[in-house]
C-alpha cells in the first residue's frame, strides 16, 4: 500500500507541504553557477554542496550534545527521564 493510499489523499489535490509547516524553518540557500558543461557544472555543483554539510555539520553535533547534557542535568534535578 502507497503512502498516499494510507493517508487516504485524494489523486487530484494532492497532498503538499510548504515551509511553513516545519516546525523549524529551514535555511535555504541559492548558489549560482555558470558553468556551460553539464559535467563540470555537477562536479562543481557537488564539491559546494560538500563543502556546506561539512562545514555544519560540526555545528549540529555540538547542538546535539548540549541537548544531551541538558535531559541530563533536567533528569538529574526533576528525577525524570527525558
Given at each position: ?14 497532498l ?5 509547516y516545519?516546525?523549524v524553518?529551514l ?11 553539464f ?5 562543481l555543483?557537488?564539491e ?14 555540538i547542538v ?7 535531559r541530563?542535568?533536567l ?8
Open positions: 500500500m502507497e503512502a498516499s493510499q494510507f493517508l487516504r489523499v485524494s489523486p487530484e489535490t494532492g503538499f507541504f510548504d515551509s511553513s516545519c516546525p524553518p535555511a535555504q540557500q541559492y548558489i549560482g553557477i555558470s558553468e556551460q558543461n559535467a563540470a557544472r555537477n562536479d555543483l557537488n559546494i554542496c560538500y563543502k556546506k554539510v561539512v562545514y555544519i555539520a560540526p555545528l549540529k553535533a546535539g550534545e548540549r541537548m544531551n547534557d541538558w541530563s542535568i533528569s538529574l534535578s526533576l528525577g525524570k527521564r527525558w
